[in-house]
Every structure is written in structure tokens, then in C-alpha cells.
């Protein structure tokens, strides 16, 4: 079965160590390590997508070493409100993305590395990669005190979360990817999985927050390079292939025929958002307005990323009667987007007569609005 | 062929006879001991599916494992709520199945534009690939299908869908069908604004074009040092912005609007310029406030301020609100001429063009300059014939030379 020709081209490509020839093959059967060049959160996922759909595994696995700029990425089924503090996120120009196996929400950043197991559906097997990356950091460590739980989580000297698990199983292929903390920063992770957004009601798949470490903080000596090297070694190991680690371009089209449609679609708004399943919000904000507060309440429905009901119930007479009807019907059916929100208010407020009074009262009552969001 | 001698067994098919059967789909055994999942559903009912297409996911334990179509059909029933539980075993959908695999459904989701606010109805006979809009002839209901199973398959799922009237030829090209989408009610509301203005305010434009040599060689000359002292690009917005300020400012009548409420013409000592910008989201207008105290790279770091925000979305609503003014480009899509329309409540909008080579007569003689068209549309109401021509001229003294600005002529 042979790899498809692109693929087989990248690995005539010169690379770090050795001839290609002598790799494939092997009496454990086939297996390749990959590496990515791009810290793209987007490429990279991308490239999950086209080894999951486009390389043969029957005799083969492959192991996909990658890391990425400061992003959150979310599992399938999970409802980024829920779980991200989405405003931080904005102003600090960290990325948001939705990756297509399930489980929960993690920090990426360069101080992390995403390890990604692609196997056939029938040689899915979490536990024993898990124990494969224990074996490769006890071999660099002996002291270490690292061990695979029930959940599938990799903690360190007992109570220290330092790699969560997710996989997909597809028909006949399957893969599981894991993170493995070695020097992330800590304080921004904490500070953006914090959601800020009250009032939410969702079955959408909930993480479950634990204590994380860095392996940095175990041995300052732990740099990722060593990690990803002692990782590659081990894989090459136990699946008696040669120790020799393929970089990728993820933006390259020549080797993965159609890998930017599939990194450009992981970007589309109507991915990343709106495949969260059906939420509702009931909340409410006070606004202080001159010397008085005002408490105003809030109902939405929001499925596919966008409001299906929409109720705000602000003080009568505070505003022109109707006007706060007028927008709540025109946030019907509008994306749940703060930047959609700002075009549709300041279009309305253009519709209407303009008095100082009257855009005090509303920029103050469309900001609250977007702060939902 | 007499179906009555053909018995339907579940899971098997007769190759020999189309024959329409119903499948339930049960969840698939989990892996490692895993006991249940939450189903997570790609289709709903009426959707058609092909052989193997995702019908729905169901997350088990952080694995979310894909639950493919056995066969090309139409989804009948959900049996489980989405984000229900189940085990393996539990029956998930009913799939009736059909001969003929239709084009993949995917791609005809996203053709009815997103922006309609109406929730896109899924529910699509299969005739018809691509999901059809509300006020659409009726289609032919489903039992009608196995008639029409020869010509399925050739459906496109075009952007346009198609009714197909039952028993004819498939639709295909030459086929007249409309398409209808409900006006959003922000687009409904805008319509109606821009028609009040229009029919309030009694609109012209005057036009003029603008040589634009002189400004084209102040930023040929200073630009690296503007770049180097204000860490800015010199463009050319600050140029009409500051011309137009300055215009305002010695026509403040162009600046004033008319209050119909109480009849009286409000005059105003600020300057807001209001900057028009298609976005993908709509047109959106941030304002520059104050223009009068500003020199050319305050202007420019006003409007790459707004741009930042704009592009890390962080444009907030009183940036996008008010004005006294607005300039609108229609050069950048490359516009030749044309009339701008009055932003409604202000009195008068200019519009900008796109600059192309052409032959002027400079002191009696043909040369090529790069020349752009103007337009100022005004409220005559308000705005005199004299007013808006010497406004008009002025912004073009002060971009051609902008000297003018400097000496205040």
C-alpha cells in the first residue's frame, strides 16, 4: 500500500539524519515521525486532518511531533463561552480554535508539545502511547515521578497535571493527541481558561480544570528540543523504526495537496463558533447611568453561533419606547459576535433621531451587550 | 417488479429492486471499556446523506468517534435529543435508504447566504439537494422519490434549488426558478432610513476633479521621514480629511444640519469626520473626532488607530457613532464618478474616486496628470448652490496644493 505520492516525495526531501530509503520497513512494520516547522494552531490541525484522511496506516503508524503560538483550543463539542475567557483572548491576540477530536479545553504555546498518534482504528490504544511518552521521560529522568492515570491525563509527582489526552476515531483510522507541559506560561493559561461569562446553560462537553506544572519546573534542564528527541527516540523504539524525524511545511501544497482549504476552513467563523452546540444565556448587567443603576436583564438562545431569541429587558422609559425591542429583534438571527453587535447598533442609532442624551444611553446599554460575548 | 415476492430484510439489500427500506442505526460498540457518550448530531431529519457521510459524532470519554451513513438515503428519524446519552447498542437514527447517491449535501449548506437571519430548513425532499427557502412552490413529497430515482443523482446542489414539478426532466441548465431571501431587518431598516433622508432633504451633487501631482510628491518625498518620526504611513486620507476640515471649517453651514423636529439649523464647532469602510460584517463608519485641532499625523494616527481596532474587532460603538461630516472612498473598489448618498443626519458627504492617468490641459498645453473625481452631495435645503461649489473648490485648492492650508487662504 503505498503512501500517497506527495508524501513519499516529502520524505525523499534531504533531511535531519539519514537516507530515506532505509526507514520504511522494518520487522515491526512501518512508522514514520513527523515534525511541523509552522507554529500555526491552524496548519497544524490541518495536518491532522489530511494524515487522518490521506495516509494509508494499515502496517504503518505515524507519530506527529507539533507546537504553536499562544492559542486555546477547544474540543469538538465544546462551547468556547463556557470554557475561555474569549475577551482576554482578543485583546492579547491569542487564537481560538476548535479541533475535531472531543475532550477539553487546553493552553497551547510554544512551551507545550502536541503529540499526535495516528494508528488504524483497530491498534487505537491510548494507554500504551501514554506509557510510551512516561518511558521516554523516565529515560531522560530516572527520578521522575510521572504516571499515566485512569483519565488519560499524565500527572506529575502525584497531584500535577502535565499532558491531557483527545482522539478521534474515524471508520478505519483513529488518532489520539496529547499535550505534554514543559515550559508553557502558566499565568496566562490560568487567567484565559477562566471564563467570565455568567448565566450560560449548554450540554456542550465541560472541561475539567486541574492543577498543571511544567516539567521546567521539575529540572530547568527539560527544554522542549529534549522532550520532542527523547519522544521520537522512544516511538522509534518501540515501533523498531529508524530514529529519524520528517519536518513538514503544513503550508507547503505540493507535498499535502490541499492542506491550506482544510487550514482555512478550521479558521472559518462558522467552525470555530458556530459548531457549538445550542446554548442559552439568562443573565442580567447593572449599568450605572449619571447618578442612578440600572438592572437590566437578558435572554438568549444561541444555536450555530447565532441568536435565535433574543429578550432584553431594560427599565421602561429609560430608552425611546420600542427601541430596545428594536434591538433585540434585530440581534435575531445576527452572529453571536461582539463585532457584528457594534456594526448592527451603530447602524440603528443612525436610523434614529440623534440626541447626546439619547447615544449616551445606548452605546452604554450595546457595550454591556457585547461584553456578553 | 412485484415487490410483494421480494421480502425486505433488515440490512439486506436486493440489488436487483430499488426498493425504499427504513434502517435503524444503532451507536457502535465503544472502545476500552468505555460505557457511554453524548451524541452530537451533523444531520438532521429530512437531510439526505450519501454512503458513509457523517451523520453524527458521539463524544465518548474525550474520543469523538464518527457515525457514518450505511447507505445513501434520507435521514427519517433522530431517536436520541442531541447531547443525549448512549451506549453502544442504543438505536441512534432511522436511515430510509435510496438507489441513488446523491452529491455530497455539504457544499449545497452553504450557498443560501448566512447572512439571511432565517434559520437555513434542512428539511429537503431529495429531489432537491440544497435546502429551499419558505416561499417556493410546493415540492413533490417523498413518496413521489422512487419515480424520480433515475434522474437524482444529475442534481446539482447548486445555490439556486430547484423545484422540480413531479415526473419531469431534472433540472438543469435553462431551468428559470427564482430564489427568494428575507430582507434582514437591519438591511429593512436602512432601507427605510435612506429614504426618509432622501425624501427629506432636497439632494445634489456637485462635482470636481482634483490633480493629484502634488500630493502624489509630497508623499514620494516625505514619507521615510514621516514613517521615521511618526512610526505612521503617509497615506492619502489624512490629505482630504485635513482638506475637508479645513473646508468645513470656512463653511460651516456644509458642517451644520437642519433640526426638523424644531425647525432650526443646529451649527456646530467640532469637526467629526466620519471615514466610510466596507467590512465584511457591513458598512461601517468610525468617526475622527475633533479634526479641526488636528494636523496631518494626528489624522493619520487617528485612522490607523481605528484601523487596529477594527481589525483586532475591538471598534467600539461611540467610535462608530456621530459625525458632523462624512467622506466616503469609492476609489478603492476603482470608481470612476459617481453620486454619493447623504449619511443621514448630517448635511453632506464627499466622494472619492479612484485616481487614473489623464490628459488635462495645464497652461495651454496636453499632459497626462493622475486625476480624481469628486463628488460633494449636499442638502439644498440647507446648502446653497454657491456654498457647495466653493467648498467643493476649496477641498481641491487644499489637496492640490496644500499650502493653502498652511497660509489659510
Not at chain 1, 14 to 23: E, F, M, T, V, Y
Not at chain 1, 293 to 313: A, P, Q, S, T, Y
Amino acid at each position: 500500500m503505498a503512501l500517497p505520492r506527495s508524501l513519499r516525495s516529502c520524505l525523499q526531501r534531504p533531511c535531519l539524519l539519514r537516507s530515506p530509503r532505509a526507514r520504511l520497513g522494518g520487522a515491526g512494520g512501518g512508522g514514520l515521525i513527523l515534525q511541523s516547522l509552522s507554529g500555526d494552531v491552524y496548519q497544524n490541525l490541518a495536518v491532522e486532518d489530511w494524515i487522518h484522511e490521506q495516509v494509508s496506516l494499515e502496517n504503518r503508524q505515524v507519530l506527529f511531533l507539533w507546537r504553536n503560538a499562544p492559542a486555546v483550543v477547544i474540543g469538538r463539542h465544546q462551547n468556547p463561552w463556557q470554557e475561555c475567557n474569549l475577551r482576554l483572548m482578543r485583546q492579547k491576540g491569542i487564537k481560538l480554535a476548535r479541533r475535531r477530536s472531543g475532550g477539553g479545553t487546553v493552553y497551547h504555546d510554544l512551551g507545550n508539545i502536541n503529540l499526535t498518534f495516528f494508528t488504524t482504528r483497530k491498534k487505537y490504544e491510548r494507554m500504551d502511547n501514554l506509557k510510551l511518552v512516561v518511558r521516554a521521560l523516565k529515560a531522560l529522568r530516572p527520578q521522575l515521578d510521572v504516571h499515566v492515570t485512569d483519565r488519560y491525563d499524565i500527572v506529575l509527582g502525584g497531584r500535577y497535571k502535565i499532558s491531557g489526552t483527545a482522539a478521534k476515531l474515524g471508520r478505519t483510522t483513529a488518532y489520539h493527541h496529547c499535550t505534554l507541559l514543559c515550559s508553557a506560561d502558566k499565568s496566562v493559561l490560568s487567567s484565559v481558561l477562566k471564563s467570565p461569562y455568567k448565566g450560560l446553560k449548554s450540554n456542550a462537553t465541560a472541561s475539567v480544570p486541574s492543577s498543571v506544572r511544567n516539567l521546567l519546573e521539575e529540572d530547568p534542564a527539560l527544554t522542549c528540543e529534549l522532550l520532542l528527541e527523547a519522544i521520537a527516540k522512544e516511538y522509534a523504539t518501540w515501533h523498531q523504526i529508524d530514529h529519524h524525524i520528517t519536518l513538514i511545511n503544513p503550508a507547503d501544497e505540493a507535498v499535502l495537496p490541499g492542506i491550506n482549504s482544510k487550514a482555512k476552513e478550521l479558521q472559518t467563523w462558522e467552525w470555530v463558533y458556530g459548531k457549538t452546540p445550542k446554548f442559552s444565556i439568562s443573565t442580567y448587567f447593572d449599568m450605572t447611568y449619571k447618578d442612578s443603576v440600572l438592572e437590566v436583564k437578558v435572554d438568549m438562545e444561541v444555536k450555530h453561533g447565532r441568536i435565535e431569541v433574543c429578550n432584553i429587558d431594560a427599565p421602561e422609559q429609560w430608552l425611546p419606547p420600542g427601541l430596545c425591542q428594536e434591538l433585540a429583534k434585530s440581534l435575531t438571527g445576527s452572529r453571536f459576535c461582539p463585532d457584528e453587535v457594534a456594526v448592527l447598533a451603530s447602524t440603528l442609532l443612525r436610523t434614529c433621531p440623534q440626541d447626546n442624551e439619547l447615544r449616551n444611553k445606548w452605546n452604554l446599554l450595546c457595550e454591556n451587550m457585547r461584553m456578553l460575548m | 417488479v412485484n415487490s410483494s415476492s421480494v421480502f425486505t430484510v433488515r440490512y439486506f439489500r436486493t440489488t436487483a429492486v430499488h426498493r425504499d427500506d427504513v434502517v435503524t442505526v444503532n451507536t457502535p460498540a465503544f472502545a476500552e471499556s468505555v460505557t457511554e457518550g453524548d451524541v452530537r448530531w451533523e444531520k438532521a431529519v429530512g437531510d439526505t446523506v450519501a454512503e458513509d457521510e457523517v451523520v453524527c459524532e458521539i463524544e465518548t470519554d474525550k474520543t469523538s468517534v464518527q457515525v457514518p451513513a450505511p447507505a445513501a438515503g434520507v435521514i427519517e428519524a433522530l431517536l436520541v435529543p442531541d447531547g443525549g446519552k448512549v451506549e453502544g447498542g442504543t438505536p441512534l437514527f432511522k436511515l430510509r435508504k435510496t438507489g441513488a447517491a446523491p452529491a455530497k449535501a455539504k457544499p449545497a449548506a452553504a450557498p443560501p447566504p448566512p447572512a439571511a437571519p432565517e434559520p437555513v430548513a434542512a428539511a429537503a425532499p431529495p429531489a432537491a439537494a440544497a435546502p429551499i427557502p419558505t416561499t417556493m412552490p410546493p415540492v413533490p413529497p417523498v413518496s413521489a422519490q422512487p419515480m424520480d430515482s433515475k434522474p437524482v443523482s444529475a442534481v446539482k446542489p447548486a445555490a439556486a434549488p430547484v423545484a422540480a414539478p413531479p415526473g419531469e426532466a431534472v433540472p438543469s441548465k435553462g431551468a428559470r426558478s427564482e430564489h427568494r431571501v428575507k430582507m434582514n431587518r437591519m438591511r429593512q431598516r436602512i432601507a427605510q432610513r435612506l429614504k426618509e433622508a432622501q425624501n427629506t432633504c432636497a439632494m445634489l451633487t456637485t462635482f470636481n476633479e482634483i490633480d493629484m501631482s502634488n500630493i502624489r510628491e509630497m508623499r514620494a518625498q516625505h514619507k521615510d521621514p514621516f514613517l521615521k518620526k511618526h512610526n505612521l504611513k503617509l497615506g492619502f486620507m489624512s490629505a482630504f480629511v485635513k482638506a475637508a476640515a479645513f473646508a468645513l471649517q470656512d463653511q460651516p453651514v456644509v458642517n451644520a444640519v437642519i433640526d426638523d423636529t424644531t425647525k432650526e439649523i443646529v451649527y456646530r464647532d467640532y469637526v467629526d469626520i466620519s471615514v466610510a469602510v466596507a467590512t465584511p460584517r457591513g458598512l461601517v463608519v468610525p468617526v475622527i473626532r475633533n479634526v479641526e485641532n488636528m494636523n496631518f499625523a494626528d489624522i493619520e494616527r487617528a485612522i490607523h488607530e481605528l484601523g487596529e481596532k477594527a481589525r483586532k474587532n475591538e471598534l467600539a460603538i461611540e467610535d462608530m457613532d456621530g459625525g458632523t461630516f462624512t467622506i466616503s472612498n469609492g476609489g478603492v473598489f476603482g470608481s470612476l464618478f459617481g453620486t454619493p448618498i447623504i449619511n443621514p443626519p448630517q448635511s453632506a458627504i464627499l466622494g472619492m474616486h479612484a485616481i487614473f492617468d489623464r490628459p488635462v490641459a495645464v497652461g495651454g498645453k496636453v499632459e497626462v496628470r493622475p486625476m480624481m473625481y469628486v463628488a460633494l452631495t449636499y442638502d439644498h435645503r440647507l446648502i446653497d448652490g454657491r456654498e457647495a461649489v466653493t467648498f467643493l473648490r476649496k477641498i481641491k485648492a487644499a489637496v492640490e496644493d496644500p499650502r493653502v492650508l498652511l497660509l489659510d487662504l
